[in-house]
């Protein structure tokens, strides 16, 4: 018996053409998938970052206000960011959409 000498991955002649296209097709469809994954990925990134709110927009302040502060707040991340505004903030700072931690 006569061996095929073609290298790995591709069609032996004894391969049918109906898998070869449907090979073709699901190689086509992986690749769009994950292009489109990338991009709804990235998208999806940009989104997150545009949904805070601005300084300017909250009353943000460098002081607390009344015991509020951005330490007993539930959207500080203890390290200098906030879940919904954006920007760098210390732990004295506050802002009008506090909410107790
Ligand atoms: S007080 Fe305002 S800026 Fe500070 S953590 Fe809370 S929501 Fe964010």
Avoid at 7 to 22: D, F, M, Q, V, Y
Avoid at 80 to 101: L, M, Q, R
């Amino acid at each position: 018996m006569k061996k095929d000498h073609l290298p790995a991955g591709h069609a032996s002649r004894t391969e049918k053409p109906t898998n070869l296209i449907a090979r073709r097709t699901f190689l086509e469809r992986t690749a769009t998938f994950l292009v489109t994954a990338g991009i709804a990925a990235g998208g999806l990134a940009r989104a997150k970052a545009a949904e805070k709110y601005d300084k300017v927009d909250v009353a943000w302040q460098n002081s607390p206000k009344d015991g509020q502060s951005c330490a007993n707040c539930r959207f500080w991340d203890g390290v200098g960011g906030c879940e919904i505004v954006a920007g760098e903030f210390a732990p004295d700072d506050w802002c009008a959409v506090w909410v107790e931690a």
